[in-house]
């Protein structure tokens, strides 16, 4: 791949320029393209062409452009993304049956959580969650979880830097930080009331690969006013274990209904077995 002047391939600045795209900026032109990836404007120009030409930006009204379909269908062959999803999504609609407010599936990606599928509700609280969108790692209930079961070397990565404090009770201590992952991992769950936003709380659990690696969190996001989020922890718990077991986790059988998703708190009548 040839290079530029700066010392960058076209590959790596047409990625840049491919990042930009995002739930809150969809289409862009090519002038705040340049801008922010830092490009001279005839180079945007040119990459944007370019990228226009192959499909993966489409031309939108306004001069702008978005991000073309060629990039969802190649993606769409082979990826571990709907691998995943399609795993947790029968566990998720069981879940949200229950909640009726969100319910959602986030995979770490660099520090932040990448959130893969959200349901909802009509009326639901204020959710700042969104689909492909990403939150940081330790405002989040998602976010905790990972960063509980990742790597030591990310952990005191994340310990090291200056943490952004979202609310009056986002975790920003590292000493506070390091106590709270520890008590995740001995009680296998955690509540994060109003850490990245006054309106809710988030309650999430881990969900494990066939090596028993934690490769995703399960969370839901519920009102700030519900009085014990924590009642909504075993059918959490449940259903991270059922999407865990699908994945090949060495998950025993009574963690998990032998049905396609979780018991429900209250649910009395019991389901049949698979």
Not at 111 to 120: A, F, G, P, Q
Not at 142 to 159: D, F, N, R, T
Not at 242 to 247: E, T
Request: net charge positive; aromatic share 2%; proline share 6%.
């Amino acid at each position: 791949m040839a290079r530029s002047n700066a010392g960058e391939s076209v590959l790596t600045r047409a990625m840049r320029i491919l990042r930009l795209f995002t739930p809150s900026s969809p289409t862009l032109t090519v002038s705040q393209i340049a801008r922010r990836a830092d490009l001279p404007v005839a180079t945007a120009h040119r990459i944007v062409a370019e990228l226009v030409e192959l499909g993966a930006l489409d031309r939108a009204e306004g001069k702008q452009v978005r991000m073309g379909y060629q990039l969802w269908e190649l993606a769409s062959r082979s990826s571990r993304v709907l691998d995943l999803r399609e795993v947790a999504m029968p566990f998720m609609e069981d879940l949200q049956t229950v909640v009726r407010q969100h319910t959602q599936i986030g995979v770490l990606e660099g520090t932040d959580v990448l959130y893969l599928e959200r349901l909802s509700a009509r009326g639901a609280v204020q959710n700042i969650t969104r689909i492909a969108g990403r939150l940081p790692i330790h405002a989040t209930s998602a976010g905790l979880v990972l960063l509980a079961h990742s790597p030591v070397e990310l952990q005191e990565e994340v310990l090291a830097r200056p943490l952004r404090r979202y609310t009056a009770r986002t975790v920003t201590d590292p000493a506070r930080l390091r106590s709270l992952l520890a008590q995740i991992r001995r009680e296998g769950f955690v509540v994060a009331a109003q850490m990245i936003s006054q309106a809710g709380t988030g309650v999430a659990v881990p969900v494990r690969d066939a090596s028993g690696k934690v490769v995703a969190a399960l969370s839901v996001v519920i009102p700030a006013a519900d009085p014990n989020p924590r009642a909504l922890v075993p059918a959490l718990l449940a259903a991270g274990r059922g999407i865990s077991r699908a994945l090949g986790a060495p998950v025993a059988d009574e963690d998990v209904l032998r049905s396609h998703g979780p018991r429900l708190p209250g649910d009395d009548v019991r389901r049949p077995s698979c």
